[in-house]
């Protein structure tokens, strides 16, 4: 093992920054290479390997930047995810101790960097009210409309976060696209002038809608992750078409925009989607081995979400299951299988 030399120059890291992007930044600052300093910090510690979250490698990076050990240690109180891993017998979500987990890393705003590019997993979404900027990986501007993009930063760090949804969780992404089909046709709406403030060609991807369009999307993902209105939606014995009638007319009338026929088209594919994998989750068995014995409904619904890309199943409550006579669907994974499962965004969302 090789002391370590504390670098020259120093940079204190920001909120929620991974170990990689504090690196990057720290090389930079010094007029060195990533591979150097990760040269050094592994000779420091006795490793050939580089592994990011190896404590040693986090411990290293602090003293070779002259900072207290724990700096580069996320705060999990503030800033881990909301989880519905099993791990106390339920469901629900919750920051789970066992878990620590943390939201996938992020492109974080440039100003609280120090100009310099690095990422976050700090909790929140994409906008920094410090410096009126929003930063993802698609996109980095200066935002105009600061009342209502901080406004849905706070839903999304006190209301949304407690109820599992990340920047990558999907919900944001099946919002995004159903804010563009419902003001995607109207030229005279914010969300142009906007992407056009920005320097930025027309919005047309969802990902580009999340950015131009973020006060409404966060307001379209308010309502469909809230327990009541998604499960009243997901009630499978309802007929698709009025059900999809229904998150139309909400989205629209939450945008004060004309409900469209392209956005009922979506609405009523995204409900027949979910309504399909809720018939899924209540055909669902305990085991993959047991032939009657049922999954119970709150788990039912999260694996049945993962497994059918149908992010709105887990907001719903597990009473949407009413008809566990249906035939056997599937088998359930061990608890451990499914708690590991990464969330991806529907494919409806996606398009
Ligand atoms: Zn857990
Ligand atoms: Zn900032």
Request: one cysteine or more.
């Amino acid at each position: 093992m090789t002391p370590l030399r504390t670098l020259p120059l120093s940079i204190a890291p920001i909120d929620g920054e991974t170990t990689d992007g504090y690196l990057r930044r720290l090389a930079v600052v010094n007029y060195t290479t990533v591979a150097e300093v990760r040269h050094a910090v592994l000779a420091s510690i006795g490793r050939a390997t580089w592994n990011t979250f190896d404590p040693r490698v986090g411990a290293a990076i602090a003293r070779l930047a002259d900072i207290p050990a724990a700096s580069l240690e996320p705060s999990f109180e503030e800033h881990g995810v909301w989880v519905r891993c099993g791990h106390d017998g339920r469901w629900r979500p919750r920051q789970c101790e066992r878990c620590r987990r943390f939201t996938n890393p992020r492109r974080a705003c440039s100003a609280c960097a120090e100009g310099l590019a690095t990422e976050t997993v700090a909790r929140g979404g994409g906008y920094c009210a410090r410096h009126r900027q929003w930063a993802t990986d698609a996109h980095e501007f200066a935002v105009d409309d600061t009342w209502g993009y901080g406004k849905a930063e706070a839903i999304v760090s006190d209301r949304l976060w407690p109820r599992g949804v990340s920047l990558s969780t999907g919900e944001l992404q099946l919002s995004a696209a159903l804010c563009r089909t419902a003001i995607g046709e109207d030229p005279a709406v914010q969300v142009r002038r906007r992407s056009r403030a920005a320097g930025r060609p027309e919005p047309r991807t969802y990902v580009d809608f999340l950015a131009f369009a973020y006060p409404e999307v966060v307001a379209i993902t308010d309502l469909i992750t809230t327990r009541a209105f998604v499960s009243r939606l997901l009630d499978p014995s309802a007929s698709v078409i009025i059900k999809g009638k229904q998150l139309s007319a909400a989205v629209a009338k939450l945008l004060s925009a004309p409900d469209n026929d392209e956005l009922r088209e979506l609405s009523i594919r995204i409900v027949g989607h979910a309504h399909e994998a809720v018939v899924y989750a209540e055909g669902l068995r305990r085991t993959r081995q047991a032939k009657q014995v049922l999954c119970p409904p709150a788990r039912a619904l999260i694996v049945a979400a993962n497994r059918r890309r149908a992010c709105l199943l887990r907001h719903a409550s597990p009473r949407v299951l009413r008809n566990r006579a249906r035939p056997r669907s599937d088998g359930t994974p061990p608890p451990s299988v499914t708690r590991n499962e990464p969330l991806v965004p529907d494919v409806l969302a996606l398009r």
